[in-house]
C-alpha cells in the first residue's frame, strides 16, 4: 500500500517562494510517478506537475513553468515541488498524488490529468497573500 506524506505548507507573502515535500513509502522505485495538485476555494483540482523519476522526465501545467520545479531526492525518494514568484490566487490546497506500476506514457495529458492517480495524500495549505 502506497503511503503518501506531505509537508512544507505556509503562509507566504506574493513573489516570495516557498517548497512543499511529499514522502512516499510502501513501494518499489520502479514504475512510479508523483504529480502535485492543487486546489483553491470554489475550484476544481488542477495538476500543476509531474515527475516520472526512473527516466527523468517533468511535466508542468502552462500556468506554474518557469516557475515551479518537480523534483526527487534520490537518496529519501521525497519529491518537492519548489515554487517561485507565488501569487495570491494560488492559494490552495497542494495535495501529492502517486501511482505504481499503472502509470501511463510520460507526458503532461496523463501527468496532469487527476483522475489518472490511485493515490492521494491529505494535502498541505498554502497560502499567499498580496
Known amino acids: 500500500q502506497v503511503q503518501l506524506a506531505e509537508s512544507g505548507g505556509g503562509s507566504v507573502q506574493a513573489g516570495e517562494s516557498l517548497t512543499v515535500s511529499c514522502d512516499p513509502s510502501?513501494?518499489?522505485?520502479?514504475?512510479?510517478?508523483v504529480a502535485w495538485f492543487r486546489q483553491g476555494p470554489g475550484k476544481e483540482r488542477e495538476g500543476v506537475a509531474a515527475?516520472?523519476?526512473?527516466?527523468?522526465?517533468?511535466y508542468y501545467a502552462g500556468s506554474v513553468k518557469g516557475r515551479f520545479t518537480i523534483s526527487q531526492d534520490s537518496n529519501r525518494n521525497t519529491v518537492s515541488l519548489q515554487m517561485n514568484s507565488l501569487k495570491p490566487e494560488e492559494t490552495a490546497m497542494y495535495y501529492c498524488?502517486?501511482?505504481?506500476?499503472?502509470?501511463?506514457?510520460?507526458?503532461?495529458?496523463w501527468g496532469l490529468g487527476r483522475d489518472n492517480y490511485k493515490y492521494w495524500g491529505r494535502g498541505t495549505q498554502v497560502t499567499v497573500s498580496s
Open positions: 498524488a502517486a501511482e505504481y506500476n499503472q502509470c501511463g506514457i510520460p507526458g503532461p495529458v
Open positions: 510502501g513501494y518499489t522505485r520502479r514504475n512510479l510517478c
Open positions: 515527475i516520472w523519476p526512473e527516466v527523468g522526465a517533468t
